[in-house]
């Protein structure tokens, strides 16, 4: 894909949603990489109900190292592989606590050192809370580049190089945002949203999901009709010429 294109796409989407943000509910960093974390495997409306109770009683590393495992728990059961995550959970509320006077760190090693955080969750949290210019790259983010050409790549970390590379640096803090969000909502896995999508033309995959045929259909219907219409108006009774 040409630069031009690739600073096209990002203009779209910017225009689209200048200030795209996540969709997981937080008001503190710690409350972000929580829920980051707890979001793998995990739908964000699944992450949301779960950290909206354990918020409420735990939102701090001293209130989650203190609930312990077993009282961490009940709240994310609808969290996939919750009970690895509660584990996970506790363990790094207790590493924040001894090496980071609990404080985020905003160092990728000690993000990346933390119980269940792993590289695109650190990433997440260097760009929006430390305003670094990462692109994280989950399975969405990895279709859409993929399939757009943005960043084609066999793994994520190959896609995400690719995205550093490629993304022109006055896109790059959002692009995250905008890649996931397309990929979500627009660029789906299955029968992708490609006749409404904004930048069908710049996209180069090529198996895009035609336009319905009902929606074909209804047109061409219309211009049939539109047709007769026109011809009864010329022969109907008192029209005529005498």
Known sequence: MRPATRAAIYRRLRAANPAPTTELLHS????LLVAVMLSAHTTDKSVNAATRKLFAVA???????????????PYIRTVGLYNTKAANLVALARQ??????????????ALE???????K?????LN???GQPEIAVDTHIFRVANRTGLAPGKTPRAVEDGLVAGTPPEFRRNAHHWLILHGRYVCTARAPKCPTCIIRDLCEYRHKTPAPKAQRRGVSAAIRRGGARKATARTAPGRRGT
């Not at 503190?28 to 409350?31: L, V």
């Not at 939102?59 to 728990?73: H, Y």
């Open 96 to 109: 924040i606590l001894e090496q980071h006077g609990g404080q985020v760190p905003g160092e990728r090693a």
């Open 59 to 73: 939102n701090t590393p001293a209130a989650i190292a203190a609930l312990g495992v077993e009282g961490v728990k």
């Open 28 to 31: 503190t960093p710690f409350e």
């Open 113 to 119: 050192a933390l119980p269940g955080v792993g590289r």
């Open 128 to 130: 929006m809370v430390f």
């Open 121 to 125: 969750t650190a990433s997440i949290i």
